[in-house]
């Protein structure tokens, strides 16, 4: 009986990943195929006759400079985040602090919230310092909405470690900070690296703060030039898709190769 159960889940489990990852498929074969094989009745579920042209179009109309927009300010964001959200976990957890349970309560009000509530008063003090049409704006908006998550998975998992491992680095005699370097952060970096790379797919996925903040075409992201090249090359499926291929290669490479730790990180941090 467990057996069967075994295999129904695994089987139900299969066919949802199937039908998550289809979409991605579909983009990914329609980027190598004709346009004529994509308009092909029945459609193909394998190109017949690979062709590259659409991704020649599509490198020599620009994406260089959006791919670069993307990995700077998703990859800055990311920084910002990590430098703020860790200590302040860190903190939170160790420390008592009046009014915690206030701030953990924001935190995740702040998750509720959509972007586009911020989007105003945001725009209003980018203006204001003049960060407008700058890569800091985008930046710094990304890194608003990433900071509240990483500090509420990371003190969730700072709480679980003991506190007799920072009692015996006092001992040998660390301090405070390098106990933490040391001692505490090396356990830590499963989650760490969640959150990081969480925070890095948000921000590559942004679209709103860019082409909001940023009226010069030049620091538009990806996914911005994605927007843009809907009305550049109309109908032209296979050049749409090719761009949009290239723009979830570098999700889909870090999120394969930090696969065992992005599992064990979220698992750590929601149990411990």
């Given at each position: 009986m467990?057996?069967?159960?075994?295999?129904?889940?695994?089987?139900?489990?299969?066919?949802?990943?199937?039908l998550f990852l289809f979409p991605v498929y579909w983009m990914i074969i329609t980027a190598f195929?004709?346009?004529t094989e994509i308009f092909q009745t029945p459609p193909t579920f394998f190109p017949e006759t690979f062709q590259l042209d659409s991704f020649a179009t599509v490198i020599e109309g620009g994406i260089g400079q959006y791919f670069l927009n993307s990995v700077i300010i998703a990859g800055c964001a990311t920084i910002v985040v990590l430098v703020l959200a860790v200590p302040s976990a860190y903190g939170l957890a160790r420390f008592?602090?009046?009014g915690v349970s206030s701030m953990m309560l924001v935190f995740l009000v702040t998750q509720m919230l959509p972007a586009t509530v911020v989007l105003t008063p945001l725009f209003v003090v980018f203006n204001n310092l003049g960060l407008l049409n700058t890569y800091i704006a985008p930046v710094l908006a990304t890194a608003t909405l990433g900071v509240p998550f990483s500090v509420l998975l990371l003190r969730?998992?700072?709480m679980g470690i003991p506190k007799e491992l920072e009692e015996a680095a006092s001992i040998d005699g660390c301090g405070r900070l390098r106990a933490f370097l040391q001692v505490i952060l090396p356990i830590a970096l499963p989650s760490v690296m969640v959150c990081g790379a969480i925070s890095f797919f948000f921000a590559w996925g942004d679209?709103?703060?860019?082409?909001?903040?940023?009226?010069?075409?030049?620091?538009w992201p990806l996914?911005?030039?994605?927007?843009?090249?809907?009305?550049?090359?109309g109908i032209e499926w296979n050049n749409l898709m090719a761009f949009a291929t290239i723009s979830v290669l570098p999700v889909i490479i870090?999120?394969?190769?930090?696969q065992k730790h992005l599992v064990e990180g979220l698992v750590s941090g929601s149990v411990k």
């Open positions: 467990s057996t069967r159960k075994n295999w129904t889940l695994s089987i139900v489990g299969i066919v949802i990943v199937a195929k004709t346009q008592k602090v009046k969730t998992f700072f679209l709103i703060f860019s082409i909001t903040f940023n009226r010069d075409q030049e620091l996914t911005a030039g994605i927007f843009n090249a809907i009305g550049r090359y870090i999120f394969v190769s930090l």
